[in-house]
């Protein structure tokens, strides 16, 4: 019994059986067991490029037109560095492992971000779907919540909207939150009205946020007898009305000294709204990682040093505080981290005139997962003294792309029939089975 079918059904009691035999709050026990461990993903898309020579491919022998001014400074993992611009992830890096011989598709904008989030060269007339959306597809659940959230619109003005539902079709897009988080009155519209929404017409994801003010309404009437039932049956509860989901979204409950840590400021504070996504039961959560104004504000072809300055303190705060945050909550082992950019930059810089920078580069770059379902601590890959190609493992667009299909149990050959075509999830890549 899918989603869909059980808020046409107008809810689920909490005795009712599920097609292997269980109550629903014996799902949601059986869920906490771990005996089967489900993986959930945070992904801070760091739009625009960001820079692996100046992050986490540093090169400090080459010339001074490749190496650029940042140094190279140890972490609490003997023979990884990073840059000095990095000092708290730097003391968390056995958190997570880099890839350092990354290579895609596209070198330019749009295309890039498509490709970066579906794992498939864009398409505009069949437009693969996002890991996200695969994931909606695959790994339906009962929860009141979105599965798949985007903090922040990341769409280019000339392509189709990144990590959409592509050719499965919108109703597998993420809930989009426009809204700023870092805002002293945030707040997400959608929770604004109770407009009476005829449920079996709920497609989309802001559409099932919408309704759920009437939803627990009738739900509240219909389980109050679970107040007095177990723990399971009072989290079956919870995620059967609209509560949870609205508490999801309040980061006002945050301690202010955790809300410091992370950071006083979007990226920051998204980071932190995602891990209290995931803890309601959102599935993935793509954060649009920068704080500089205007879009694709890592795309540093000017200026970089500059731009970079203000970047990278906001990055690696956090980035460090949302792995500590996981950690210490016990959610690293279950939740996957990823940070990344489209593709990379130039190896040398250029002289604009308004100061120096690096342009597109997509032979090689790097990008970091940790957390849930993969190896942390390591290096995978390696590029030649320059960091313009992979020397080492190559690894491409597609093949971290099943990676993460394979942390989150994704059938990556699935096939769907679209515009009369038989079409793969995804057709081509194998996992990194170093980080696995």
Known sequence: MNRRTFFKAGGISLGAISPLGLTLPQVLANQGSGQDKQINVIFMFLQGG????????????????????????????????????????????????????????????????????????????????????????????????????HLGDMKHPRHSAPGYG????????????????????FSVSSFDTSEEVDISRLGGRKNLLQSLDRFQAEQEKKLEFALTQDSF?????????????????????????????????RVGQGMLLARRLIEAGVRFVTIQGYVDTGIYAWDHHWGIFPHLEKQLPYYDASYSALLQDLDDRGMLETTLVITAGEFGRTPKLNQNKRGPGRDHWSNCFSLTMGGGGVKTGMVVGASDKYASTPTERPVSISDFAATVYHVLGLDPAEEVVAKGRTMKMLPEGSPVRELL
């Open 166 to 185: 592509g050719y499965l079709g919108s109703t597998y897009d993420p809930f989009l939150v426009k809204e700023d988080t870092n805002a002293p009155d």
């Open 233 to 265: 049956t009072e989290q079956a509860l919870s995620l059967a009305t609209s509560t949870k989901a609205k508490k999801a979204f309040d980061l006002s409950s945050e301690p202010a000294k955790l809300r410091d840590a992370y950071g006083r400021n």
């Open 50 to 149: 960001a820079s692996q020579l100046d992050m986490y491919d540093m090169k400090p022998d080459a010339p001074s037109e490749v190496r650029g001014v940042y140094r190279p400074i140890s972490t609490n993992v003997p023979g990884i560095q990073l840059s000095e611009k990095l000092p708290k992830l730097s003391r968390c890096a056995d958190k997570f492992s880099l890839i350092r011989s990354m290579h895609t598709f596209a070198n330019d904008h749009g295309a890039g971000d498509v490709e970066i989030m579906c794992g498939s060269p864009r398409d505009k007339n069949m437009q693969a779907p996002g890991i996200g959306a695969v994931l909606c597809k695959q790994k339906e659940q009962l929860s009141p919540v979105p599965q798949f959230v």
